[in-house]
């Protein structure tokens, strides 16, 4: 009662108690918010959509109203994603992983579903993922690349500012290869970096970071994606970059 009483006051002097551990996902957020209106997003391209966290994300975080579409190779959970999506008559889940070819591919189900990918799991680096992230099932997926979709998803919806988002387990500098000509129409790209191997072949995040970069890309922002670690070590990292033409 104390404690509720306490957290009420606060918040009616406009502020908020934040645990240290979740100090970076609500600047996160806010920062997401700030990025998208000041490139004014138009339109969002969610590659590894899941179960549809992140449509959820900046629908109710961010704020953001505009179109965006979501690609989920996992049937399961790309049916997940669209019953979430269900009454979100400006957002659409595709059953498809993008990659730097098109074509056909095997890709790992991971028993934590989150952890899928096309990569095959390590535990050398960092053994604390042991139990989630280890295959449970191979499936047969439809690959596309970015360069090819990005034309048909303009001519349906005529954006003009968009934004990719990319959470792929360690797939995510294969998906940025098939979009050579495309990279030329984002705004912004929201990317997870990889510090510590989890999957074999992972690159390292400086390597995406190089990639950008040769693309015209300049680092805005980058937070932990979650509290393995904290203090002492990074996982992974949520990172943004922006059109160098749109720096400030």
Known sequence: MIKRLFLHAVQRLGYHVVADTALDARSQTAFCRHLFTSLGVDFVIDVGGYRGQYRAFIREAVGFTGRGVSFEPVPEFAADARRAAASDTRWTVENAALGSAAGQGSFNVMVGGDFSSFRAPRHDAFAGFRDANVVANRIGVT??????????????????????????????????????????????????????????????????????????????????????????????????????????
């Open 143 to 248: 690959i596309r690349t970015l360069d090819e979709v990005f034309g048909e998803l303009r001519d349906r919806y005529g954006f003009r500012r968009a934004f990719l988002k990319l959470d792929t387990q360690g797939f995510d500098l294969e998906v940025l290869r098939g979009a050579a000509a495309t990279l030329r129409e984002i705004v912004a790209i929201q990317t997870e970096l990889s510090w510590v191997p989890l999957y074999d072949d992972m690159p390292r995040g400086t390597d995406v970071v190089e990639f950008l970069d040769a693309h015209g890309f300049h680092l805005a922002g980058m937070y932990r994606t979650g509290p393995t670690g904290y203090p002492t070590a990074m996982l992974e990292s949520d990172a943004y970059f922006a059109r160098a033409s749109d720096a400030a």
